[in-house]
C-alpha cells in the first residue's frame, strides 16, 4: 500500500493530458453565430477552439455567443485571442497553477507529433481534484 507522499509524488508528476478531453469539434473563423450554437449544443461543448484554416487563432465559448441573436456575428468577432495553450506532456500542476493564477478558464493541449489538440477547463481541474481526494 502506498503512503500519502508517495501518493503525492505521483500527483505532482501527472501530465495535464491525464484530464483533458480531445476537441473533437472546432470552429473556422467565418462560421456564423448559429452555427457556433448549433455545434456546442449539438456535440455538446462548451468551448470551440477556432481555426482559420488549419491555423489555431482563438477560442469562443458558450458565454461568448449565449446571447447573441444576429446570425451576421461570425467567430472571429466573438472569439478571445489570447489562447493559453500547452504542449502535451506539461504538468497538470504548473497548467493549475498557470489557470488560477491568471483566471484562465481553458486550456488548449496540443499534441506535438499529430497536431491534435486537447482542452483542459476548469471543470476538469475540479474533477482532477476530485479523483484526488477520494
Known sequence: MKNAEQILSEIKELPVDEYATPCTVIAQNNQSVGELQALMNDNGVRHLPVFDNDKLVGMVTDRD?????????????????????VVSGTLLRDVVFEMSTKKIGSALVKDQETGEYSIFTSVDGLNALNEILR
Open 65 to 85: 455567443v449565449k446571447n447573441i441573436k444576429d446570425d451576421a456575428y461570425r467567430a472571429h468577432h466573438l472569439m478571445s485571442e489570447d489562447v493559453y495553450e
